[in-house]
């Protein structure tokens, strides 16, 4: 009987143990791990939001190649979920896509062998000068009593491991990537005149952002105040000189506007027409490529031995802050030729 009692203290001491451990160990977990890769942000986010693309980078695929996996949904859409069932190394859950934008791919991954658990996922985005650093994290709760198992294991460590892996593998697999060459229709159109109020001047690339942001608000309200004026289309810039040494290009915010025969002076701003023959191509998608479809065209002058004036204008059409949709972003450009 003596030796039950002593057993029975034993085996009360360790479950008093393990409710005290219960709530010293934490709950909350986070983690996050970086790597630069040699690559435009659009080339690397494809790599990272469709599901087809990460599992060639995944850390975890290589651990059972005889693991199932499914998916349901279309790839790359909200709402779209991952499974997978495999050995004891993988086990078994699912990732489902809740958001993305252009600079973030938030999931939630739900662990159901071989303990249950939820993970909030994300991959941050930031592009500069061509190279984009990707971060990659998660934030969860371990529910009590499992989260005892942090104390004796560190999960910084031996996760960690598993995502500077896989971020290993997906710089490789992008920077090896040589990405599509895009087509673009480029025609050439009687571009009708236009007068124009712009504020011109010479601006860094850091500050080209605030600059429009600035000048596009100062002349919509001066153009809205006045009765007899007319706004006759969406806002544009208009490049004089792009000067990539010096990181600084000669621009011109400018709204077009109708006031029939009459002249109006606006403080700080000028008056400028465009008009005449010019080079057009239609664009989709987001600012930061804008690159793209004007080494198209100059590509194409180049080819054909085709004169221009220099003047070079970029009409941006879709209002971003009623389109979330990168892709349906529609900037008109336009080189004028020489006269």
Same mark, same amino acid.
């Given at each position: 009987?003596?030796?039950?009692?002593?057993? *029975?203290?034993? +085996?009360?001491?360790?479950?008093?143990?393990? +409710?005290?451990?219960?709530?010293?160990? %934490?709950?909350?977990?986070?983690?996050?791990?970086?790597?630069?890769?040699?690559?435009?942000?659009? /080339?690397?986010?494809?790599?990272?939001?469709?599901?087809?693309?990460? !599992?060639?980078? @995944?850390?975890?695929?290589?651990?059972? %190649?005889?693991?199932?996996?499914?998916?349901?949904?279309?790839?790359?859409?909200?709402?779209?979920?991952?499974?997978?069932?495999?050995?004891?190394?993988?086990?078994?859950?699912? !990732?489902?896509?809740?958001?993305?934008?252009?600079?973030?791919?938030?999931?939630?991954?739900?662990?159901?062998?071989?303990?249950?658990?939820? &993970?909030?996922?994300?991959?941050?985005?930031?592009?500069?000068?061509?190279?984009?650093?990707?971060?990659?994290?998660?934030? @969860?709760?371990?529910?009590?009593?499992?989260?005892?198992? &942090?104390?004796?294991?560190?999960?910084?460590?031996?996760?960690?491991?598993?995502?500077?892996?896989?971020?290993?593998?997906?710089?490789?697999?992008?920077?090896?990537?040589?990405?599509?060459?895009?087509?673009?229709?480029?025609?050439?159109?009687?571009?009708?005149?236009?007068?124009?109020?712009?504020?011109?001047?010479?601006?860094?690339?850091?500050?080209?952002? &605030?600059?429009? *942001?600035?000048?596009?608000?100062?002349?919509?309200?001066?153009?809205?105040?006045?009765?007899?004026?007319?706004?006759?289309?969406? %806002?544009?810039?208009?490049?004089?000189?792009?000067?990539?040494?010096?990181?600084?290009?000669? +621009?011109?915010?400018?709204?077009?506007?109708?006031?029939?025969?009459?002249?109006?002076?606006?403080? $700080?701003?000028?008056?400028?027409? /465009? *008009?005449?023959?010019?080079?057009?191509?239609?664009?989709?998608?987001?600012?930061?490529?804008?690159?793209?479809?004007?080494?198209?065209?100059?590509?194409?002058? $180049?080819?054909?031995?085709? @004169?221009?004036?220099? +003047?070079?204008?970029?009409?941006?059409?879709?209002?971003?802050?009623?389109?979330?949709?990168?892709?349906?972003?529609?900037?008109?450009?336009?080189?004028?030729?020489?006269?």
């Amino acid at each position: 009987m003596k030796a039950l009692k002593i057993i *029975g203290i034993i +085996v009360l001491i360790l479950i008093l143990t393990v +409710v005290v451990l219960t709530f010293v160990a %934490p709950t909350d977990f986070k983690l996050e791990r970086s790597v630069e890769i040699n690559a435009q942000k659009e /080339l690397v986010h494809k790599h990272l939001l469709y599901f087809e693309n990460s !599992q060639k980078w @995944s850390p975890w695929a290589e651990l059972d %190649p005889n693991q199932k996996t499914w998916m349901e949904g279309e790839d790359g859409a909200v709402g779209t979920t991952f499974f997978w069932e495999g050995n004891e190394d993988v086990g078994k859950g699912k !990732q489902e896509i809740i958001s993305f934008t252009d600079d973030k791919i938030e999931t939630t991954v739900t662990f159901i062998e071989p303990f249950e658990s939820v &993970a909030q996922g994300y991959f941050l985005l930031d592009e500069a000068e061509g190279t984009t650093t990707v971060t990659w994290g998660f934030d @969860s709760k371990m529910p009590r009593p499992f989260n005892i198992f &942090a104390l004796f294991m560190d999960i910084s460590e031996s996760v960690g491991k598993d995502y500077e892996k896989g971020l290993a593998k997906l710089k490789e697999i992008v920077e090896n990537e040589k990405p599509a060459k895009k087509e673009y229709a480029i025609e050439t159109i009687n571009f009708e005149e236009k007068t124009f109020l712009t504020h011109r001047e010479k601006v860094s690339f850091n500050d080209m952002q &605030a600059f429009f *942001g600035q000048h596009f608000s100062g002349m919509y309200g001066m153009l809205t105040q006045n009765k007899e004026v007319q706004i006759s289309g969406q %806002p544009c810039a208009i490049y004089y000189d792009w000067d990539e040494e010096n990181q600084t290009a000669d +621009v011109a915010a400018a709204i077009p506007y109708n006031s029939g025969n009459k002249n109006f002076k606006f403080d $700080n701003y000028t008056t400028v027409k /465009l *008009g005449g023959e010019a080079f057009k191509i239609a664009y989709y998608g987001n600012y930061d490529n804008l690159k793209e479809p004007h080494m198209a065209m100059d590509e194409y002058l $180049n080819n054909n031995n085709l @004169s221009m004036s220099h +003047v070079v204008l970029e009409e941006y059409i879709t209002d971003p802050t009623t389109e979330a949709d990168t892709t349906k972003w529609l900037t008109n450009i336009y080189y004028f030729a020489e006269k």
